[in-house]
């Protein structure tokens, strides 16, 4: 059928027409949308059928100045309003009242009545946080499920077959089956504009001609333009793309990224995110993955970057995550990839948010906070990355037969650390006391078995226990190096272990070291 783009003039039909049986030759000229009548808009606009279409099926009106500005940005709630106006009609959505389904979307809000409607016809679901972000830009995957689900609303089999690796799959796939995706959608977090808006409802009309349109396969995520984001609470920030909602954090965890609804066994999670964690557990889940080579989990990169050790490993179940553990010399955060699994483009945005962590409170030794032990005199100065300090009476094993089963004291610094396993596990730092140890000079301590035993000498309170020279169960880090009884059975994973700044951490807490 001939395209009528050239034509000057169409004469607008009034709206009581749409009821009358249309001659033939009048249906001619109806099936192909005239010029858009918009000063912005001119003829060989990409979009001029489409928003022609939408103009003349009271989709969309246009600005009071004449405009339909089709380059620009359009928000959720526009787009909501548009889809389920067009879809379900103004007596439907006037029926829906006035409940608030959403935090950020008030009584008052001139789209509510359009956010009820489409709530209740599942075309959306909002975010964890239960807000529905009405003023941020809509991105494709996000128009795609409203737009996919309102013209598939009465078809209950729209989605058989389709696949489901990610929330949005099944959508994209829809709308690239009906040949509705234009060409200016290039990426799955691209911004969607009005006329994009236009295109999409035009392609899934029976009055548009069959025009080229993308496949699930061409999409990937951009990852050229990134945001910075910064969270002084954490101590860390990093870049992501900008196209992404904000993070949003909640304390411990920072939540990113396009919504996923099918992950985690069907509850809703964003497809990112980033968390602080203990570094002694986060490195010995490491050693376990690399040295008992797990068949649920494999390390598919370990690498340093801006002085970090970086490893992204994969843990097989759950649809696949992708893991990230990031550490400096004190610290550790996590970041998990929800449901990415063998994904290329999703896996290289992972670890290049990964890349750009940076540590903002502690990116070298700072003796930023002070310990003060009134009970046994002293007091001293520790790294900010320190999580907690007790004084507590424990076992230390030495490393002989007899060991007299000593009971001693010892400053914990740092969490997690346990003796009664027999396995050091970091980090953590100790400060031992012993009945005869000397505040005011050197004390000597001498322990033997009866294999000739061992003689170690500690210089007052100033000795710590597993010094790198020492083979006990216990050790000092904060650079996470891994120790352990049996050497054979636990070795340190390549890049963690940085002897010489962690003497260089020893020597300034104990050149800190004061006695009352």
């Known amino acids: 059928m001939k395209h009528l783009s050239n034509m000057n003039h169409i004469p607008t039909i009034p709206m009581y027409i749409k009821s009358i049986k249309l001659l033939p030759f009048l249906a001619l000229f109806l099936s192909v949308p005239a010029n858009a009548d918009f000063n912005d808009v001119p003829s060989h606009h990409i979009n001029n059928a489409a928003i022609s279409y939408v103009q003349e099926k009271g989709i969309v009106q246009g600005y009071s100045d004449g405009t339909f500005r089709p380059d620009q940005e359009i928000n959720r709630a526009e787009f909501t309003k548009i889809v389920t106006l067009h879809k379900f009609g103004q007596k439907m959505v006037d029926m829906c009242g006035s409940r608030m389904m959403f935090s950020d979307v008030s009584n008052d809000s001139w789209y509510l009545k359009y956010i009820c409607r489409a709530h209740d016809a599942n075309l959306i679901n909002g975010y964890p946080d239960n807000t529905f972000r009405p003023s941020n830009s809509i991105n494709f995957v996000e128009a795609a499920k409203i737009i996919a689900n309102a013209n598939a609303f009465n078809d209950s089999s729209a989605f058989d077959g389709l696949e489901t690796n990610t929330w949005y799959e099944q959508y994209v796939r829809y709308l690239a089956n009906k040949e509705a995706i234009p060409v200016s959608i290039n990426s799955f977090d691209n911004i969607i504009t009005r006329g994009d808006m236009a295109e999409i409802i ?14 699930f396969e061409e999409f990937n995520w951009n990852t050229e333009s990134m945001s910075i984001y910064k969270n002084e609470e954490l101590g860390i920030k990093f870049s992501y793309p900008k196209s992404w909602d904000a993070p949003i954090s909640n304390g411990s965890e920072i939540s990113f990224g396009p919504f996923c609804e099918t992950c985690a066994e069907g509850t809703g999670e964003s497809l990112m995110h980033i968390s602080e964690v203990d570094s002694d557990n ?93 009970e046994r005199n002293f007091s001293l100065e520790l790294p900010r990355g320190t999580r907690e300090v ?11 037969e007899n060991d007299s089963n000593l009971n001693e004291k010892f400053l914990i610094i740092a969490t997690g650390a346990n003796e009664t396993s027999g396995n050091c596990r970091p980090p953590m730092f100790r400060i031992a ?48 190096t891994l120790h352990s009884t049996n050497r054979d ?19 300034e807490i104990m050149e800190s070291v004061k006695f009352d």
């Open 202 to 215: 035009y392609r899934l009309s029976p009055e548009s001609p069959k025009r080229k349109s993308r496949s």
């Open 282 to 374: 986060a490195i010995n889940k490491l050693a376990d993955i690399i040295n008992n080579k797990h068949e649920y989990a494999k390390l598919v990169s370990n690498y340093r970057k801006n002085n970090y050790d970086i490893f992204i490993w994969e843990e097989g179940g759950m649809c696949g995550y992708r893991q990230a553990y990031v550490f400096n010399n004190y610290r550790a955060i996590h970041i998990s990839g929800i449901c990415l699994g063998d994904d290329p483009i999703k896996s290289a945005l992972l670890k290049r948010i990964a890349e750009t962590v940076e540590f903002e409170s502690i990116t070298s030794p700072q003796n930023e906070v002070h310990y003060q032990n009134e």
């Open 390 to 400: 007790n004084w507590e009476t424990t076992r230390f094993n030495l490393p002989v």
């Open 433 to 480: 006391e012993t009945e005869n140890v000397n505040i005011n000079g050197i004390n000597y301590v001498k322990e033997s078995g009866s294999d000739g035993g061992m003689s170690q000498l500690w210089e007052s309170i100033r000795y710590v226990t597993g010094y790198p020279n020492y083979s006990g169960s216990v050790c000092v880090s904060f650079t996470f």
């Open 489 to 507: 059975v636990l070795e340190p994973p390549p890049a963690l272990y940085n002897k010489e700044e962690e003497s260089k951490v020893f020597d």
